[in-house]
């Protein structure tokens, strides 16, 4: 399967606990996208890397949130001390440039 | 007032008919996007329009640059059609989707 994948699918955890997911973006594809659904909206912006290197952070993401893409390949997006508002869907996509393909999303569950 | 707006946010239809989903957006873009969700979260790319119309199959999309407006139209709808469209527009420069709350389709037998 060379589509994206992100790791877990599914992740339950209690509050203040802190919580990692994974991004395995369509290799050579320099641009990676985090976005966050909750239920009944449409997906938020979160942040973006070119290659390496984050370019954009929404101010969604709060001091409690941090995203990584090491060698440009893979991504991590971590969240300390979640809260019970941090249950959602989160996306990544990748891109070449422009078309965005999605992963499958992680829904985080926080009790 | 949201940068992309969609109509209908529900929408309910016999299987057969004719269906239009509206989207407008008031910020600059690059390219204007249909996405397909289905129950479970997966988002698959449907069209992306910079300008005029496109046709897969029974989907057409349309978009007026000057309008800032763009549709999403089906024909001889079926109910595997149900889902939930999204619009998204991607942003200049660094192409990130500013996505609409989407449409809920049923499309009933």
């Known amino acids: 399967d060379t589509g994206v994948s992100q790791d877990p699918r599914h992740k339950i955890t209690k509050r203040g606990q802190n919580v990692t997911f994974r991004c395995d973006p369509i290799?050579?594809?320099?641009?990676l996208y985090w976005y966050r659904q909750t239920l009944g909206q449409g997906p938020e912006f979160l942040t973006y890397f070119q290659n390496e290197a984050q370019l954009e952070k929404s101010r969604l993401l709060s001091d409690r949130f941090s995203a990584e893409r090491p060698k440009g390949s893979f991504s991590t997006l971590e969240i300390q001390r979640t809260e019970q508002g941090d249950s959602a869907m989160y996306l990544c996509?990748?891109?070449?440039?422009?078309?965005?393909?999605f992963g499958p999303g992680t829904r985080l569950t926080v009790l | 007032k949201n940068e992309v707006e969609q109509s209908p946010q529900n929408l309910t239809a016999q299987e057969g008919e004719f269906i239009t989903i509206n989207c407008s957006y008031s910020v600059g873009i690059s390219a204007l996007h249909w996405l397909q969700q289905h129950p479970g979260g997966g988002i698959v790319s449907l069209f992306m329009?910079?300008?005029g119309k496109k046709k897969h199959g029974r989907l057409i999309a349309t978009i007026n640059i000057q309008e800032k407006h763009s549709s999403l139209h089906i024909t001889a709808s079926h109910p595997r059609d149900s889902a939930v469209y999204i619009c998204a527009a991607a942003t200049s420069g660094t192409y990130k989707y500013i996505f609409g709350t989407g449409t809920r389709l049923k499309v009933l037998a």
């Open positions: 290799s050579e594809h320099n641009r």
């Open positions: 996509a990748s891109s070449p440039e422009g078309l965005q393909f």
């Open positions: 329009l910079s300008s």
